[in-house]
């Protein structure tokens, strides 16, 4: 049995008003609904965290507008402005670093990671993938969906899962299930899942910040109730 050195949940940082809560990143690339979805939860006192920091990968996107509106202070680490994948990288690591973070989420990050990021955050940063992995791994929105729809598949939905070095495939943590209906375009099905995704992703993160994970194979088991 693995369990993580320094699993989620164990560390606590930053004394917010008197109280110690986990410290959340939240790295982001586009629309931001699922950082809203984050925010939300905090603000109605159903997910005990805070967001020292949202990184996007693209200036300019909605994502970051949230933040602002949330105070939330927010960085942008292009791709572009760093010579190798392992610099921009390693520019995220300092980032996060510099906020206190103790848990990473990426919402719609539509980067794949230098090692070094899953090496300084082991077992420490969860993603939201729009499919019941393992099926239609890889590819960003609205890919997963499209690919599902094609497929003929009945159920689809979202997957919240560590993330190690290899795409879409570290062990889930947890999932949610939604019809695909006759009538169903790629956008209305995104749509649903979208929808399943606001409400598993917070979810997801209070799990793991409170139930202990432990990693067995490619199990996530948490302590019983
Ligand atoms: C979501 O469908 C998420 O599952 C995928 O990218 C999309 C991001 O949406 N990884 P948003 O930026 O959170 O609105």
Same mark, same amino acid.
């Given at each position: 049995m693995?369990?993580?050195?320094?699993g989620a949940g164990r560390e606590e940082t930053a004394a917010v008003d008197g109280q110690r809560l986990p410290t959340l990143g939240v790295l982001v690339s586009g629309r931001g609904s699922n950082l809203r979805a984050i925010l939300d939860a905090i603000e109605r006192g159903e997910l005990p965290a805070r967001?020292?920091?949202v990184i996007s990968s693209r200036a300019g996107v909605p994502a970051l507008d949230i933040a602002a509106a949330h105070g939330i202070p927010a960085r942008v680490i292009a791709p572009r402005d760093y010579p190798s994948r392992a610099e921009e990288g390693a520019a995220i690591v300092a980032a996060l670093r510099g906020a206190g973070v103790n848990?990473? @989420? /990426?919402a719609g990050f539509a980067r794949i990671f230098d090692p070094c990021v899953v090496r300084a955050y082991p077992y420490r940063i969860l993603n939201i993938h729009p499919s019941l992995l393992p099926a239609f791994a890889g590819g960003m929105a609205p890919k997963p969906q499209a690919d599902a729809l094609a497929a003929g598949v009945k159920l689809s939905g979202c997957t919240v899962h560590f993330v190690t070095d290899e795409v879409d495939a570290g062990p889930i943590i947890a999932q949610a299930a939604v019809p695909v209906l006759d009538d169903d375009t790629v956008e209305r099905l995104a749509e649903r899942i979208l929808a399943a995704e606001h409400q598993l992703l917070p979810t997801a993160i209070r799990? @793991? /910040?409170e139930g202990h994970p432990r990693i067995e194979g490619k199990r996530v088991l948490f302590d019983q109730e």
């Amino acid at each position: 049995m693995a369990e993580p050195e320094s699993g989620a949940g164990r560390e606590e940082t930053a004394a917010v008003d008197g109280q110690r809560l986990p410290t959340l990143g939240v790295l982001v690339s586009g629309r931001g609904s699922n950082l809203r979805a984050i925010l939300d939860a905090i603000e109605r006192g159903e997910l005990p965290a805070r967001v020292s920091i949202v990184i996007s990968s693209r200036a300019g996107v909605p994502a970051l507008d949230i933040a602002a509106a949330h105070g939330i202070p927010a960085r942008v680490i292009a791709p572009r402005d760093y010579p190798s994948r392992a610099e921009e990288g390693a520019a995220i690591v300092a980032a996060l670093r510099g906020a206190g973070v103790n848990l990473v @989420v /990426l919402a719609g990050f539509a980067r794949i990671f230098d090692p070094c990021v899953v090496r300084a955050y082991p077992y420490r940063i969860l993603n939201i993938h729009p499919s019941l992995l393992p099926a239609f791994a890889g590819g960003m929105a609205p890919k997963p969906q499209a690919d599902a729809l094609a497929a003929g598949v009945k159920l689809s939905g979202c997957t919240v899962h560590f993330v190690t070095d290899e795409v879409d495939a570290g062990p889930i943590i947890a999932q949610a299930a939604v019809p695909v209906l006759d009538d169903d375009t790629v956008e209305r099905l995104a749509e649903r899942i979208l929808a399943a995704e606001h409400q598993l992703l917070p979810t997801a993160i209070r799990h @793991v /910040l409170e139930g202990h994970p432990r990693i067995e194979g490619k199990r996530v088991l948490f302590d019983q109730e």
